[in-house]
């Protein structure tokens, strides 16, 4: 199947550790973004990526680092995880362009205890 | 500050009915419109996009566009309960990120 997919589904860890989220888009799309919803629904952009390259960082701690090793390829490193990390996380891609439409993975719900 | 505003809802229409989904923006840059619909506990879902003034239709669904308003809605026609759902509206002015609304949720009641 084409898609956008993300591993894991679920992750549940203790506050202080560090985890990290995989993302993997095989639509032949050269640009990802990861987005965080919060416990109200609400949607936001964290990070986008362009062929490999840092596009946009939207005022997010230094904590979170993400990584593309290829265009296919966007992962998502948390250290020291804090409470209010607890969110699902969303995984994007689309064709580099003005209008790209984006298509979203299925998510990872993140919960830090 | 970027605002792309929707009524929360819920939205109640009945079954076969037209449901109208409401969503302005701050940016006038905008160039990119979005709906997006979520159903409880899975990831947004792209139904409908629109670039320019006007009307868009597919299927059941139009999407409606006005600049000069800032204003972009989502009408579903024949509104069935498989559609009960939160839409988001979506907007970009680069293409690099989404700015959504908080989305409204939408109820079709048999």
């Known amino acids: 199947d ?15 550790n560090d985890k990290s ?6 639509l032949g799309h050269d640009t990802m973004y990861w987005y965080k919803q919060d416990s109200k629904k ?14 946009i960082n939207e005022t997010v701690p230094n904590r979170f680092s993400p990584k593309s ?16 990390d607890s969110a699902v996380y ?24 | 500050q970027k605002e792309v505003e929707q009524n929360s809802g819920p939205l109640s229409v009945p079954e076969g009915a037209i449901a109208s989904l409401n969503c302005t923006y701050s940016d006038r840059g905008s160039q990119s419109f979005f709906w997006y619909r979520q159903y409880s506990g899975k990831s947004p879902e792209l139904i409908m996009f629109i670039y320019s003034n006007g009307d868009k239709e597919d299927g059941r669904f139009t999407a409606q566009l006005n ?6 809605s989502l009408l579903i026609r024949d509104s069935q309960p498989s559609d009960s759902a939160t839409y988001l509206c979506a907007v970009t002015n680069s293409g690099y990120a989404l700015n959504f609304g908080k989305g409204t949720s ?5």
């Open chain 1, 69 to 84: 090793p290829d265009k296919a390829h966007l992962n998502l490193h948390i250290n020291s995880l804090e409470l209010g």
């Open chain 1, 90 to 113: 969303f995984c994007a891609s689309s064709h580099w362009a003005p209008r790209g439409e984006q298509y979203f993975g299925p998510g990872t719900r993140l919960t830090v205890t």
């Open chain 2, 106 to 110: 939408l109820l079709v009641t048999p």
């Open chain 1, 42 to 55: 609400f949607l936001k952009i964290m990070f986008s990526y362009n062929n490999k390259e840092l596009i």
């Open chain 1, 2 to 16: 084409t898609a956008v997919s993300q591993t894991p589904k679920y992750l549940v860890t203790q506050m202080g």
């Open chain 1, 21 to 26: 989220i995989k993302c993997e888009q095989n």
């Open chain 2, 67 to 72: 600049k000069a308003s800032q204003y972009v």
